[in-house]
């Protein structure tokens, strides 16, 4: 296999997920259990994001919001990608952005992009 086939030329076990980001994107060979794994991840950073804002809302329990614990999902595939978020600096789950580093022996890269953003990319990654 060499690293310009499409995905649909893949084996089954791997595929190239692509996260697309505020300017450009992101592609990489990923697995549909890794993707599983990281929507969980981000099903819980959701739930954790929604208690913020609930009680950050008047009437919503008053207070101050308990801290949630960041996120930090890893994958090390063919490529090493770690996602970064922390609940409590945003108001609500749609203001919320990830940092992504994806990495190899040969480059680094790392940016931010919008949780939304994310979720929708692995959900289409899973569809395929």
Request: aromatic fraction near 8%; hydrophobic fraction near 35%; charged fraction near 25%.
């Amino acid at each position: 296999m060499t690293n310009d086939q499409s995905p649909n030329q893949s084996p089954m076990s791997l595929s190239h997920l692509t996260l697309n980001l505020g300017e450009g994107s992101l592609a990489f060979s990923f697995t549909p259990q890794a993707a599983r794994e990281l929507r969980a991840e981000l099903g819980e950073l959701m739930e954790k994001l929604k208690a913020v804002a609930a009680k950050a809302t008047p009437g919503g329990g008053g207070g101050r919001p308990a801290p949630q614990k960041p996120m930090e999902y890893r994958y090390t595939g063919e490529v090493f990608l770690e996602i970064f978020c922390n609940p409590n600096i945003y108001p609500n789950p749609f203001a919320a952005k990830v940092l992504i580093t994806l990495r190899d022996d040969r480059i680094r890269i790392t940016t931010e992009a919008e949780l939304t953003r994310i979720i929708e990319d692995v959900n289409q990654y899973l569809e395929l």
